[in-house]
């Protein structure tokens, strides 16, 4: 098969934008550690691009793409810049050492954007486009150009964009359907006619950037790809700005499980590692996946109707179109319980997505045995809030010690609380609205550090009475969001470890001990 551009080759990129279109979403932000993880897990799932990062917009984001380019071997990894000089060079700069460098520069080309955004005309935007493909050009080889929010933009008028910048040397055209604004067969009928009115289309892959305001993320980009689209930005679990980008396992998982109406037409992801990478991209950015969600929901392959249990038990196809090995999930039987060993826990860990360290392991193992003491059986779920709440990536500067809580109907809500920070145990006490408040007011009496909660949630984790609470709070400090979890079977224990968290990574960002 031809892995050519143009629309003759019949395979699909998988362009992932998980951690830059899906890392600008507010307290989805993560560190260095936790960005290298991640594509290194990309790469394991074998897309063929990582859009690693925006390189100008900040030495954190700068040093993150230029480690994943020198670290991740596979993917081609691409940087993004805007159609601007400094943007390019930078980009070009942090992706050079990669074994695949990629380049992706874009600017707006609808009217709203020419006129109230850039204010130029569209005779100005189309010779920067030109002039910013060809600097990119001078200096990487594969270079993809974005018209952004092209489904808004003039049919005519994205026609000559494209027709220059690939004469211009783009290597790749994206069209962004940047606000979600499309339906399917719009913007089928725009890629047809790219391909109809651009007359060098052939010497370049044509990509598509859906959001999914209007939910038709994959709709579009799947229609897309029907008429004459080769390569597809998503993000895992459809992680992105608003309401989202194009769901990378939704697309992945219709082309290969509806292969008897794709034809030929496939892609080279390895769908094992589907749910493992769902998992560790909701953990590491604290977005939660709805249970309903498709392919990656913990109900996407649960079967609770009689009717369907019936006829699944007789054959899994009769209810079932997806075999749920092919996405990663396995039938293990594996129970664990206080009698379990460090090993079963390693492995059962492995399969849920987390990669843990010796030392990790060790503290995990520890809180198990804590949870399996008092629980039957430690289900999938507390060993995920188990991991949440005890490993990190950020170094904690202070440690949970104790807490003493006072609080009743007719009595003022006091909180004692003791944190560890190095070898000495700190306290203090204060009084609050409720117990919660209390608590979080002696927290910032020790560490200093003041911030506005801006949401706190709580669920348990599994049912029954002895089921761990998960709380986890949003916070705000400095105009930046932070989201701490934490998990205890008492629910103001798991309220200071998630505040705990969220103070530890305000400390480590801005380094304010
Ligand atoms: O949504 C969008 O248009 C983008 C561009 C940078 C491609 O993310
Ligand atoms: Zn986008």
Do not use: W
């Not at 493992?276 to 953990?283: H, Q």
């Amino acid at each position: 098969m031809s892995d050519e551009p143009g629309i003759e080759s019949q395979r699909v990129h998988i362009f992932d934008t998980t951690l830059r279109d899906g890392e600008q979403v507010p307290g989805a932000q993560l560190n260095l550690t936790e960005k290298l993880e991640v594509a290194h897990h990309l790469a394991r799932l074998k897309v063929d691009v990582i859009e690693a990062g925006f390189p100008v917009s900040s030495p954190g984001d700068f040093e993150a793409v230029s480690r994943i380019a020198s670290e991740v071997q596979g993917p081609a990894i691409c940087g993004l810049a805007r159609a601007v000089e400094g943007d390019i060079t930078a980009a070009a700069d942090a992706v050079r050492h990669a074994e695949k460098p990629y380049l992706h520069t874009f600017i707006g080309t609808s009217d709203i954007n020419v006129e109230s955004q850039l204010r130029k005309s569209r005779d100005d935007v189309l010779k920067i486009a030109v002039g910013a493909v060809e600097l990119a050009r001078s200096l990487i080889d594969v270079v993809e150009f974005s018209p952004m929010d092209a489904t808004r933009t003039d049919p005519g008028y994205l026609c000559e964009v494209v027709a220059a910048v690939i004469e211009a040397g783009a290597t790749i055209v994206n069209i962004p359907d940047t606000v979600g604004y499309a339906v399917p067969e719009e913007f089928g009928a725009l890629i047809r006619r790219l391909f109809e009115d651009v007359p060098n289309i052939a010497q370049a892959r044509i990509s598509v950037h859906c959001h999914d305001d209007l939910g038709m993320a994959t709709i579009n980009s799947i229609t897309a790809v029907h008429n004459g689209a080769r390569q597809i930005e998503c993000t895992v679990n459809g992680v992105g700005e608003r309401a989202g980008n194009t769901s990378l396992e939704e697309c992945v998982m219709a082309i290969k499980t509806r292969a008897n109406y794709f034809g030929d037409i496939y892609t080279a992801v390895e769908t094992t590692e589907i749910v493992p990478i769902s998992k560790r991209v909701s953990r590491l950015m604290n977005m939660v996946v709805p249970p309903n969600k498709a392919i990656v929901g913990s109900n996407a392959f649960a079967h609770s109707s009689g009717v369907h249990q019936d006829g699944f038990l007789k054959n899994p196809e009769t209810f079932e179109i997806m075999d749920p090995e092919d996405v990663g999930i396995s039938e293990s039987t594996l129970v664990l319980t206080a009698r379990s060993g460090r090993n079963a826990l390693r492995h059962r860990m492995d399969e849920l997505g987390f990669t843990l360290t010796d030392e990790q392991l060790d503290q995990a193992y520890d809180r198990f045995l804590k949870v399996a003491d008092k629980k039957k059986e430690v289900t999938e779920a507390d060993l995920e809030a188990i991991v949440k709440d005890e490993i990190t990536t950020v170094p904690r500067v202070y440690e949970f010690d104790f807490l003493q809580v006072l609080s009743g109907s007719n009595l003022v809500p006091t909180a004692t609380l003791g944190l560890r920070r190095d070898e000495e145990v700190l306290q203090a006490a204060d009084s609050g609205d409720g117990p919660v408040d209390a608590l979080y007011r002696a927290m910032e009496r020790i560490t200093g550090v003041k911030v506005t909660v801006t949401s706190y949630t709580i669920h348990a984790v599994t049912g029954g009475k002895d089921a761990l609470g998960e709380v986890t709070v949003r916070v705000s400090h400095d105009n930046r969001d932070y989201v701490g979890v934490g998990a205890s079977m008492d629910i103001i224990e798991a309220s200071a470890k998630a505040m705990l968290d969220a103070v530890n990574k305000v400390i480590h960002f801005t380094q304010s001990v």
